[in-house]
């Protein structure tokens, strides 16, 4: 398993999926999407397993700060530019991939 947590350290389902790697010793990489967000690529493979509108979260305080629910915009382009647009956290393991804490999907990843 190749294991990668992309999030933000004050959010508490990010928190709690990295315990739930830590405590069944699963080794993962953690992205923090305050410093750095997705490439192009890795948004591409996500959003192929999940859904490019179940990635933005449209409740969250970036997307109210920003007014997004007025505009017409381009998701893939908004998520591009601004990371702290993503639901979190964002599991992946190769192509398969989760949003939000879902550790029944992740005991199948074996």
Known sequence: ???????????????????????????????????????????????RAVGLENLIDKTGKQYQKRQLQYLVHDVTEELLNDPLLFKTPIVRNGAEATVGYQPDVWKTWD
């Open 1 to 47: 398993m190749n294991i990668q947590i992309f999030g933000v350290l004050k959010c508490q389902d990010t928190r709690k999926a990295e315990r739930y790697f830590k405590e069944r010793r699963i080794p993962y990489q953690f992205v923090d999407l305050t410093r750095k967000g997705l490439s192009k690529g890795e948004l591409e493979r996500v959003s």
